[in-house]
């Protein structure tokens, strides 16, 4: 049986992840005073994040949100993020606290399309979500991995 998800449990940890990766993180940035991104860097540039509690060492994949709410095909992971004009989609494994930084959304999304991977579905309580798991090492091209601890 799929483990179902519980959307606050899920906000409250990426808040904590969020408090991490300010610590850690190589950009200055700001918090967001809206919902469509996480982040602003002093440039202006729009920052999404997204928090790996799996872990690093755990596996050889990102995994890559695909549908935020499958039943209205409402995007998610950096298909959303290209709707909302994000410049740098990061991914960070809070284990390790090792992140990786994608700045070029389009190819991103492109290159997962071309893996043609099978849909990973993600129960929440209201609604399901759905993913990839990504090999790393096949977009690993695509983004620049820094070592935040």
């Not at 906000?11 to 602003?40: P, Q, W």
């Not at 095909?73 to 606290?97: E, F, H, M, N």
């Not at 997962?112 to 990839?132: S, W």
Request: aromatic letters at 14%; a positive charge.
């Amino acid at each position: 049986m799929a483990k179902v998800y519980s959307w606050k449990q899920q906000l409250e940890k990426g808040m904590k992840a969020e408090e991490l990766f300010l610590d850690i993180c190589h950009l200055n940035l700001t918090k967001s005073d809206t919902r469509d991104y996480d982040f602003v860097t002093r440039d202006g540039r729009r920052v999404e994040l997204k928090t790996d509690f799996y872990g690093e060492n755990r596996t050889p994949n990102f995994f890559i949100e695909r549908w935020s709410v499958m039943e209205q095909d409402k995007p998610g992971g950096p298909w959303q993020s290209r709707q909302k004009k994000v410049d740098l989609y990061i991914y960070l494994y809070a284990d390790t606290g090792a992140y990786y930084v994608f700045s070029d959304l389009k190819t991103l999304c492109k290159e997962v399309e071309k893996l043609d991977l099978p849909l990973i579905p993600v129960r929440n309580r209201t609604y399901n979500g759905g993913g990839y798991k990504v090999p790393r090492e096949s977009i690993r091209h695509l983004c620049r991995r820094y070592n935040g601890r």
